[in-house]
């Protein structure tokens, strides 16, 4: 089973965005290493525990300072760019890397309102952009392609593309969180991946949705898919516990609407009372992620897997830090790197 790696570029207490950035860097070199097959970065913005704000950058970054793991958005939120400026992106650095980029494309906002608002310029075309979003695909497709856009003006045509003379392209990926999503990708003959790390919730009936309804494409020629999951692996389970345990309870403040800030250290959450509501969101949350050794997390990961007839997983690893660790460095996201590694070869 092939596996990759998505990560957010959290931002831990004791860290600045630079020290977010250089632990992100050492990880994506453990991926590379350790022979994983994609490194993905998300797109989000605002948020006081994820440094994640610009997937392009990121991957011109990581991606110099690696050597042959795939780079990719996981993914990069359309309707905040105009799909112009996103094939440029991306082709740039097809070109720069060679066979080594993912376009991974999303339709959610990625933050807040007032945020949203903000990216676009104050234009307030939140809803909109939504709804064009299907247009906005097809328009970023046929920007990669060779033809590139044709866009008749006063009865002439003019074209827009990405770049003057690729060589290659990215693979493109249409992510999602919804049952939309998954018609969208099947429709569009793209590779498809479901947020199942989310929540867990409606990963199969997506899944179904798309390989039944697929339709090939010059993208792609058959339904094309893999798994992602929330994973933090130890050498014991209690070790693994109580570093997944930061993560957690931020995410019990998202879903409760509270305030969100940077990933608690391990020895601040184990000290923080969040009371019995709080706590039992908390609780949930550990249950459906995969917390525990490399024998417990080699069993989860591979049931995973069967379950949704795939042959990839892309393991979030959330780890956070005791508190004399080295801000610049990720030692439990990189541990949980190194022993799915060995428990999988």
């Given at each position: 089973m092939k596996l990759s790696v998505l990560d957010l570029v959290p931002v831990r207490s004791n860290q600045s965005t630079s020290?977010?950035?250089?632990?992100?860097?050492?990880?994506?070199?453990?991926?590379?290493?350790?022979?994983?097959?994609?490194?993905?970065?998300?797109?989000h913005h605002n948020?006081?525990?994820?440094?994640?704000?610009?997937?392009?950058v990121l991957i011109a970054h990581l991606a110099a300072h690696t050597h042959r793991i795939r780079l990719g958005s996981g993914g990069v939120m359309l309707p905040n760019?105009?799909?112009?400026?996103?094939?440029?992106?991306?082709?740039l650095l097809e070109a720069a890397h060679p066979g080594r980029i993912d376009l991974g494309i999303g339709r959610a906002p990625g933050s807040d309102p007032v945020t949203s608002w903000a990216l676009r310029s104050g234009a307030g075309r939140g809803q909109e952009d939504i709804l064009k979003f299907p247009q906005y695909l097809d328009d970023l497709m046929e920007m990669m392609g060779e033809r590139g856009y044709t866009v008749p003006i006063s009865g002439k045509n003019y074209t827009l593309k990405a770049t003057p003379n690729a060589r290659s392209v990215p693979q493109m990926w249409l992510l999602g969180s919804s049952a939309y999503s998954s018609h969208l990708a099947a429709d569009k003959g793209l590779p498809y991946v479901f947020a199942h790390h989310f929540s867990g919730e409606g990963t199969a009936q997506a899944l179904a949705t798309y390989r039944a309804e697929f339709r090939p494409s010059q993208w792609c020629e058959k339904p094309t898919t893999f798994l992602t999951a929330n994973v933090v692996v130890a050498d014991t389970e209690q070790e693994a516990l109580e570093l997944a345990l930061p993560n957690q309870q931020n995410m019990a403040r998202l879903v409760t609407g509270m305030p969100m800030g940077p990933v608690d250290?391990?020895?601040?959450?184990?000290?923080?009372?969040?009371?019995?509501?709080?706590?039992?969101i908390v609780q949930k949350g550990l249950a459906r992620m995969v917390v525990g050794t490399p024998e417990q997390a080699h069993k989860k990961l591979s049931a995973l897997a069967a379950e949704f007839d795939v042959d990839e997983?892309?393991?979030?690893?959330?780890?956070?830090?005791?508190?004399?660790?080295?801000?610049?460095?990720?030692?439990?996201?990189?541990r949980t790197l190194e022993l799915l590694a060995e428990a999988f070869n």
């Open positions: 020290d977010a950035v250089a632990a992100a860097v050492g990880l994506a070199q453990a991926a590379d290493r350790l022979g994983f097959e994609r490194y993905w970065v998300a797109e948020m006081p525990a994820v440094a994640a704000t610009s997937p392009p760019h105009a799909p112009l400026a996103v094939a440029e992106q991306f082709a250290l391990v020895e601040d959450a184990l000290a923080l009372d969040l009371g019995p509501g709080l706590d039992g997983v892309m393991v979030h690893p959330v780890a956070s830090a005791r508190r004399d660790e080295d801000p610049r460095t990720t030692a439990g996201r990189v």
